[in-house]
């Protein structure tokens, strides 16, 4: 991305941005409310048009997404092993199974989500932790070498927490990267080696030593 404005038809949110992520990426992406985070994040997504300059993506680029929400209905007679093969989907077609290779994936994505004796439980009748962990196995599955997430530890306990951040950190190391937007840094210190601070209508890049800090946190809210 190259001296792009993103944002929306009459609304700019964010101007000069200049951004290069790769698979050897972990960055956490944070500021305030309405600071542009999720701005960035849809842009990213192919979702909005940057309102100019360009986005160049790699033909070999296979992007997951997390979000915050799924657009599930929870009343829905879905088991949380379903939701996670519909990200399969794609590669499947939507009247065609599984193959079994896909199931597998499945299954050892909500394993490593730890919620293997859950995949047969309605998503639903999850926690909401639980649920988010169902959607990042769900991205886990569908095999991305990028992968953006939107605040996946919001709201979960402390324990959740850990579970996603250490999945995040093996894909990582197997050659995945990964964008997450949090308002925990402190939690990925140590674990991002970039850090990205939407202020002021910009993208600007900080140390994450610095930015992931307490001192660092009085930044973002500035």
Same mark, same amino acid.
């Given at each position: 991305?190259? !001296?792009? *404005? =993103?944002?929306?038809?009459?609304?700019?949110?964010? /101007?000069?941005?200049?951004? #290069? =992520?790769? #698979?050897? $990426?972990?960055?956490?992406?944070?500021?305030?409310?309405?600071?542009?985070?999720?701005?960035?994040?849809? #842009?990213?997504?192919?979702?909005? $048009?940057?309102?100019?300059?360009?986005?160049?993506?790699?033909?070999?680029?296979?992007?997951?997404?997390?979000?915050? !929400? *799924?657009?599930? $209905?929870?009343?829905?007679?879905?088991?949380?092993?379903?939701?996670?093969?519909? %990200?399969?989907?794609?590669? +499947?077609?939507?009247?065609?199974?599984?193959?079994?290779?896909?199931?597998?994936? *499945?299954? $050892?994505?909500? +394993?490593?989500? @730890?919620?293997?004796? /859950?995949? &047969?439980?309605?998503?639903? !009748?999850?926690?909401?932790? /639980? /649920?988010?962990?169902?959607?990042?196995?769900?991205?886990?599955?569908?095999?991305?070498?990028?992968?953006?997430?939107?605040?996946?530890?919001? %709201?979960?306990? *402390? &324990?959740? #927490?850990?579970?996603?951040?250490?999945?995040? %950190?093996?894909? @990582?190391?197997?050659?995945?990267?990964?964008?997450?937007?949090?308002?925990?840094?402190?939690?990925?210190?140590?674990?991002?080696?970039?850090?990205?601070?939407?202020? @002021?209508?910009?993208? =600007?890049?900080? +140390?994450?030593? &610095?930015?992931?800090?307490?001192? %660092?946190?009085?930044?973002?809210?500035?």
């Amino acid at each position: 991305m190259r !001296q792009a *404005a =993103l944002g929306y038809p009459g609304a700019g949110v964010l /101007q000069g941005v200049d951004l #290069t =992520l790769g #698979t050897g $990426d972990y960055v956490a992406l944070l500021g305030g409310n309405g600071s542009g985070k999720t701005t960035l994040v849809r #842009t990213l997504l192919g979702v909005l $048009d940057p309102l100019s300059g360009a986005i160049e993506r790699s033909p070999a680029l296979r992007l997951g997404y997390v979000p915050q !929400q *799924a657009a599930l $209905d929870p009343l829905f007679p879905i088991t949380a092993l379903e939701v996670v093969e519909l %990200g399969l989907l794609r590669d +499947a077609g939507l009247l065609r199974p599984l193959a079994a290779a896909a199931r597998e994936r *499945a299954l $050892d994505a909500l +394993a490593r989500m @730890h919620l293997g004796e /859950q995949r &047969r439980k309605l998503y639903g !009748q999850l926690s909401g932790g /639980q /649920q988010r962990r169902v959607l990042v196995a769900r991205a886990l599955a569908s095999d991305p070498n990028f992968l953006l997430l939107d605040e996946p530890t919001a %709201g979960v306990d *402390a &324990r959740a #927490t850990d579970i996603i951040l250490q999945a995040l %950190g093996e894909l @990582h190391a197997r050659g995945c990267g990964v964008l997450i937007v949090t308002h925990l840094p402190l939690a990925l210190r140590g674990r991002a080696n970039g850090a990205l601070l939407c202020a @002021h209508g910009q993208v =600007l890049r900080r +140390a994450p030593e &610095r930015l992931l800090s307490p001192e %660092g946190v009085l930044e973002v809210f500035q």
